[in-house]
């Protein structure tokens, strides 16, 4: 044999150091998932008390994140199992199954015997035989204190038509995780990635399995050339003649004691099939307006062989104060053109009309020359305010792509007149920016539900479903609103005398103490009223002061003046426009 490049060395050593790293992880997490496992067989022990399928109307499910949502294969319905919850003291885990109506715009949820055990972040897709199949493997359950984990390695399939649960046992299949991802291809799933964490250690992985659907068997691919390094979150998607996309992700690294350094990954792999048993990775550098960097964002895939990618966050730490920056943009990746672009609304056409018999837009001076490769300015940030029931404010940043890089993308993409148009004129409904959101495509129409965002210390997680027709990108549609009343948030300073007492006392007190919060609430958002056809500038002025006031209440005392300055006026010209 001849001598080993250094890359190979390196490679070689790096694989060592996963697999050390492993064991120790394994070792660690296995008293902790004993402990957990009692839990989880409680909770089957009540699950298998069901003895027959139980279909019943409901309201729409409550707010939770990191489930999975499916479109069905045969029917007008969206599946949607699983996920978490958090309220600020207590993790809930979930293995309900809903089934959402498109023609009806109604929810079900069907009590099945003998369900996979709660969890979230797992992986779910859909498999077109025997009148559908749903195909669940991994995942994660939590400790209701949010301190311990028990990761997956099971490998389930729901059977739509006749309604029932099968637990499939093959060997030789993944190790137990969670935030990996899994497609169909052809005739097989695939998984890759994810990661597995006990209360003190973390591994990220990078390995890739198939599982067959017609032999039931499991393989760890060993792939030649230079693999993705191990990540979580990542979007995978599967290309026309049978390869595997593999975009972005997240990952951690301790750099020293109690000291982890977060990656936000932005490349691009190609795992290719070259055979039966033999496959390729490859790199690519697409072309196009690229998304910026984020995690916890959704992919579905779209029309005309686009995979899309929804919403995210860019965490950001400031003297040990993490804040993240939200999105709700959308951006779309040509598999065969190996391009990105970003999702434009095209508005509707009496707007566009509108708006062509105006004046042209100026064009920007900021304008990047074409094809120079160079990302587009920076997002703009937009802020918003939404009351909850309890009173609180939440100031919701939405971050935006510039109109640069809107134009750039519309005119670059306007050949193919599905997916970018002119920008629409106006204020439009879209979804509030989130991470860790559910998407399902059918009949073009891309689906959003729920997912969550932050606001200081504080978590919102969301139940609210829009629908954005693909073919046309004209507006989104509210199918379900965001409830405020669904939004609980429990400080974790309050103790657990208090949490008993709410428990054996009802609701009664804690309806008066709503009421009373309620009139609280209504004396101080009496807010500087506006004169008669008095102009946003002149309003501004006159009531700066109050508005950036209130907004450091609301940011606490750590946010720096800027922001408040900014928020301030943002909810001035919300409140503004609201009233005029």
Not at 178 to 206: P, T, W
Not at 446 to 465: I, K, P, W
Request: proline fraction near 6%; hydrophobic fraction near 30%.
């Amino acid at each position: 044999m001849g001598k080993k490049s250094k890359k190979e060395r390196r490679a070689k050593g790096a694989e060592k150091t996963a697999a050390k790293m492993e064991k120790k992880v394994s070792k660690r997490a296995r008293k902790e998932e004993e402990d957990l496992e009692a839990l989880i067989a409680e909770f089957q022990t009540l699950d298998a008390k069901k003895t027959q399928v139980v279909e019943t109307i409901c309201p729409p499910p409550s707010p939770r994140l990191n489930a999975s949502l499916s479109a069905h294969p045969e029917k007008d319905e969206l599946i949607l199992f699983g996920g978490e919850y958090f309220n600020g003291q207590k993790t809930f885990l979930y293995n309900e199954l809903f089934v959402y109506n498109l023609r009806k715009n109604s929810w079900a949820k069907i009590e099945i015997p003998n369900p996979p055990p709660r969890r979230c972040a797992h992986q779910a897709v859909m498999v077109s035989q025997g009148g559908g199949q749903l195909w669940v493997f991994g995942g994660e359950f939590a400790s209701p204190d949010g301190e311990q984990f028990y990761h997956y390695k099971d490998l389930w399939v729901l059977h739509l038509a006749s309604k029932t649960w099968e637990q499939i046992k093959a060997t030789g299949g993944p190790s137990g995780r969670s935030g990996h991802r899994m497609v169909v291809c052809k005739r097989q799933l695939v998984v890759f990635g994810g990661f597995h964490e006990s209360a003190r250690d973390y591994i990220y992985y990078n390995d890739a399995y198939t599982f067959n659907l017609d032999t039931f068997a499991w393989v760890k691919l060993a792939p030649s050339g230079m693999a993705p390094s191990p990540r979580s979150g990542c979007q995978l998607a599967t290309t026309l003649e049978g390869n595997v996309l593999i975009y972005g992700g997240y990952s951690k690294q301790r750099i020293k004691k109690d000291v982890d350094k977060g990656t936000l990954h932005t490349d691009m792999f190609l795992l290719k099939a070259e055979g039966s048993d033999k496959w390729t990775w490859a790199r690519l550098t697409p072309s196009g307006v690229k998304p910026p960097p984020r995690s916890g964002f959704s992919v579905a895939l779209g029309p005309n062989n686009r995979s899309l990618l929804f919403g995210g966050v860019h965490d950001e730490e400031e003297e040990e104060h993490l804040e993240g920056d939200f999105f709700n943009d959308m951006y779309f990746y040509d598999l065969a053109k190996n391009r990105w672009f970003l999702g434009q609304l095209k508005g509707r056409k009496s707007e566009k009309k509108k708006k062509r018999r105006g004046q042209g837009t100026e064009p920007s001076p900021t304008a990047l020359p074409e094809g120079s490769g160079e990302t587009p300015p920076g997002p703009m940030e937009i802020v918003k305010e939404v009351v909850a029931e309890d009173g609180t404010v939440m100031t919701i940043k939405e971050t935006i792509s510039c109109p640069t890089a809107e134009r750039q993308s519309s005119e670059s993409e306007g050949e193919d007149g599905d997916a970018t148009g002119d920008e629409a004129s106006g204020p439009q409904v879209e979804p509030c920016p989130r991470s860790n959101a559910m998407l399902a495509v059918k009949h073009g129409v891309l689906y959003v539900y729920g997912g969550m965002f932050e606001v200081g210390d504080r978590q919102f997680t969301l139940n609210d479903l829009y629908a954005l027709d693909l073919h046309k990108m004209d507006e989104w549609k509210v199918l379900v609103e965001m409830d405020p009343k669904t939004q609980e948030w429990l400080e974790e300073s309050e103790s657990d005398e208090g949490e008993d007492a709410e428990g054996a006392e009802g609701g009664e007190e804690e309806e008066d103490d709503s009421s009373e919060e309620e009139e609280e609430e209504g004396k101080e958002e009496e807010h500087p009223a506006l004169q008669l056809d008095e102009k946003y500038e002149d309003y501004l002025s006159r009531t700066e002061q109050y508005w950036v006031r209130l907004a450091r209440c609301h940011l606490g005392p750590n946010a720096k003046e800027k922001k408040a300055i900014k928020v301030g006026h943002a909810m001035a010209k919300t409140f503004y426009e609201g009233s005029a």
